[in-house]
Antibody
Framework: QVLLVQSGAEVKKPGSSVQVSCKTSGGTFGTFALSWVRQAPGQGLEWVGGIIPVTETPVYAHKFQGRVTITADESTSTAYMEMTSLRSEDAALYYC????????????WGQGTLVTVSS | DIQMTQSPSTLSASVGDRVTITCRASQNINNWLAWYQQKPGKAPKLLIYQASSLQSGVPSRFSGSGSGTEFTLTISSLQPDDFATYYCQQYDSYSYSFGQGTKLEIK
């Protein structure tokens, strides 16, 4: 069983940056396929990007390339997602999600972090 | 990027009905497809992976089929707990995109 605990809600101004963390317990962090998925209010799921920590190589959805940075710290079993140049349409619930077998589907999910973007 | 299109967007059905949701990919994704169930205020729950493999603990009334570009999720006999929104997701190549969702409502 893998448990993912995310950082708390954030309120940010347009143009600023936000960092969300995802601390995991259980399983083997280094070989997780860990992704960030967001959901705007009343909308569907959108894949943002992901990383398999042992590879140290993140992958991103094309629309977020250059604006999102995903990192992973194996010493603390924690992943991070930073998004810059925030705009109103980035307001969403951001989930971290993992597969514990390095496949890019997700059998464990965090509780979600609400990011509000408002001036 | 691979586009995933689900149909229908909304489905009204009754307890005991057999229902099918379709997911089409814009290009061949082999069988690298997952299905999720999401209820309001909750994180998605994995139902099916690799197009037809039932996730541990998921009731056997859920089944998945398909390969290539066309896939289906079938619920053989709807239960009250099944009314939710369902998403497909391809993981053949990134971006690992989701379908837009199918909301399953009580008729």
């Amino acid at each position: 069983q893998v448990l993912l605990v995310q950082s708390g809600a954030e309120v940010k101004k347009p143009g600023s940056s936000v960092q969300v963390s995802c601390k995991t317990s259980g399983g083997t962090f280094g070989t997780f396929a860990l992704s960030w998925v967001r959901q705007a209010p009343g909308q569907g799921l959108e894949w943002v990007g992901g990383i398999i920590p042992v590879t140290e190589t993140p992958v991103y959805a094309h629309k977020f390339q250059g604006r999102v940075t995903i990192t992973a710290d194996e010493s603390t079993s924690t992943a991070y997602m930073e998004m810059t140049s925030l705009r109103s349409e980035d307001a969403a619930l951001y989930y971290c999600a993992v597969s514990d077998n390095s496949a890019w589907y997700y059998d464990f999910w965090g509780q979600g972090t609400l990011v509000t973007v408002s001036s | 990027d691979i586009q995933m299109t689900q149909s229908p967007s909304t489905l009204s059905a009754s307890v005991g009905d057999r229902v099918t949701i379709t997911c089409r990919a814009s290009q061949n994704i082999n069988n690298w497809l997952a299905w999720y169930q999401q209820k309001p205020g909750k994180a998605p729950k994995l139902l099916i992976y690799q197009a037809s493999s039932l996730q541990s603990g998921v009731p056997s009334r859920f089944s998945g089929s398909g390969s290539g570009t066309e896939f289906t999720l079938t619920i053989s006999s709807l239960q009250p707990d099944d009314f939710a929104t369902y998403y497909c997701q391809q993981y053949d190549s990134y971006s690992y995109s989701f379908g837009q969702g199918t909301k399953l409502e009580i008729k």
